[in-house]
């Protein structure tokens, strides 16, 4: 089967890091990807790993280890707007299908 | 300028009957999909196309039929709707798969 790992919920205080982790088990590899969704919105593609070690963009990292078959994503300075749901997804046996993992909600306070 | 747009945004209708919803992208994109988001938020994807030629068809139900008449619009038509359809229906495109653009999505519910 195809499955991918992440937590279900993550806090954190505005101004802060943090670290969103997710494990997969694909028959297939061609890369990771992270989406940020905000409630009632649409899915927006936030980073992409094919090879390993970190990706930074702006406030937004995201790190693949194959080996490990983990990746994580990485927000610094965490402000109020960061408050959303976060979506590993691996492109596994098609380089087009996306396999999504059920998603974090994170939830910045004050 | 949308770049990936979905009608109607809202969609209410009755066990039984049959409904569409339409897909368009103005990015140029070859490839476009359709996902199904439940109440939990999970994304899973139904259908893709490429140039018009079906390329990922999940397990999903007969009665949902995607169709792309040229390769900037595609369409999911759903017959005899069930209370287990009721989702966000996402639409998505892509150039080669690696960044997948999302429409607002279409809130089916079925009573």
């Known amino acids: 089967g195809q499955s991918l790992e992440q937590p279900s919920e993550v806090t954190a205080v505005e101004g802060a890091i943090v670290q969103i982790n997710c494990t997969y088990q694909?028959?297939?590899?061609?890369?990771l990807s992270w989406y940020q969704q905000h409630d009632g919105g649409a899915p927006t593609f936030l980073s992409y790993n094919a090879l390993d070690g970190l990706e930074e963009t702006g406030r937004f990292s995201s790190f693949l280890s194959r080996s490990d078959s983990y990746g994580y994503l990485l927000l610094q300075e965490l402000q109020m707007k960061d408050s959303a749901s976060y979506f590993c997804?691996?492109?596994?046996?098609?380089?087009?299908?996306?396999?999504f993992g059920s998603g974090t909600r994170l939830l910045v306070r004050p | 300028d949308t770049a990936v747009s979905q009608t109607p945004k809202y969609l209410v209708t009755q066990m039984g009957n049959d409904k569409s919803i339409k897909c368009e992208q103005n990015?140029?994109?070859?490839?476009m999909y359709w996902y199904k988001q439940d109440s939990k938020k999970f994304l899973k994807i139904m259908f893709s196309?490429?140039?018009?030629?079906?390329?990922i068809n999940e397990t999903v139900p007969n009665r949902f039929s995607p169709k792309s008449p040229d390769k900037a619009h595609l369409n999911l038509h759903i017959n005899s709707l069930e209370l287990g359809d009721s989702a966000v229906y996402f639409c998505a495109s892509s150039q080669v798969g690696v960044e997948q653009f999302f429409g607002p999505g279409t809130r089916l519910t079925v009573l």
């Open positions: 997804a691996v492109r596994g046996d098609s380089s087009y299908k996306l396999i």
């Open positions: 196309y490429n140039n018009k030629e079906l390329i």
């Open positions: 990015l140029g994109h070859d490839t």
């Open positions: 694909t028959s297939g590899f061609y890369g």
